[in-house]
């Protein structure tokens, strides 16, 4: 009973489709442990990357945020004597902190 090699991938490279081909089991076999852990290592870095730029976007500084403010904070309205007021507001651990931006315009 004979067998047939199988057959390579199309997208491969015929470069490495031929050095695959010249290699011992054992190669392959290292071959293929170290491809998968490969591949797992761009794709994880590839995740990384997306996420980091998603922070990206999250942490551009809006014009009016005070440099002790972190860019994470958002814009809350509080009303204190029947008057309403903005305040810049972020967690710090279990707490959140809050900040006095201005009053709110009454046409708004």
Known sequence: MSYEPP???ANLPTEIVNTLNESSPEQLRD??????AL???KEREARLE???????DIEERPD????????KATITI?????????YWQ?????????????PV????
């Open 78 to 86: 509080k009303e204190i004597n029947d008057n309403r007021y903005y």
């Open 39 to 41: 591949a797992e290592y």
């Open 64 to 71: 009016d945020l005070p440099d002790d403010v972190p860019a």
């Open 7 to 9: 057959t390579p991938p």
């Open 105 to 108: 315009n009454p046409d708004e």
């Open 31 to 36: 071959v293929a442990s170290y491809a998968e």
């Open 50 to 56: 997306e996420e980091e730029a998603d922070d990206a």
């Open 90 to 102: 972020w967690r710090e651990g279990d707490s959140v902190t809050s900040k006095y931006k201005g």
